[in-house]
Nanobody
Framework: VQLQASGGGLVQAGGSLRLSCAASGRTFSSYGMGWFRQAPGKEREFVAHISWSGDLIRYADSVKGRFTISRDNAKNTIVYLQMNSLKPEDTAVHYC????????????????WGQGTLVTVSS
């Protein structure tokens, strides 16, 4: 069972990145998927969540209107996080995670985690 996050990097403020999270080892098509992030010296925080069907999506207020979460369940589940208008405060390690059941803002309710991908936004 593995969640593999990728797509992080260094970008200037105002730029864009697209993160991907590839799920393997089991069927994640029935799992809700979330993105979280953790900046140095701070706690892990919720970024976005998408339900297994893709019809229920939630964003943190700090990224609403700038980030878009989506998923592709066609073969193995892949979840994307399109990040536009990036700000220096978006700098963090970004993690994808999976859970069954209802959407959740709480990291502790997620069952599976990826290894994280670093996003650095320069001013």
């Amino acid at each position: 069972v593995q969640l593999q996050a990728s797509g992080g990097g260094l970008v200037q403020a105002g730029g864009s990145l697209r993160l991907s999270c590839a799920a393997s080892g089991r069927t994640f098509s029935s799992y809700g998927m979330g993105w979280f992030r953790q900046a140095p010296g701070k706690e892990r925080e919720f970024v976005a969540h998408i339900s297994w069907s893709g019809d229920l999506i939630r964003y943190a207020d700090s990224v609403k209107g700038r980030f878009t979460i989506s998923r592709d369940n066609a073969k193995n589940t892949i979840v994307y996080l399109q990040m536009n208008s990036l700000k220096p405060e978006d700098t963090a390690v970004h993690y994808c995670a999976a859970k069954r059941g209802l959407n959740s803002y709480t990291a502790g309710t997620y069952e599976y985690w990826g290894q994280g991908t670093l996003v650095t936004v320069s001013s």
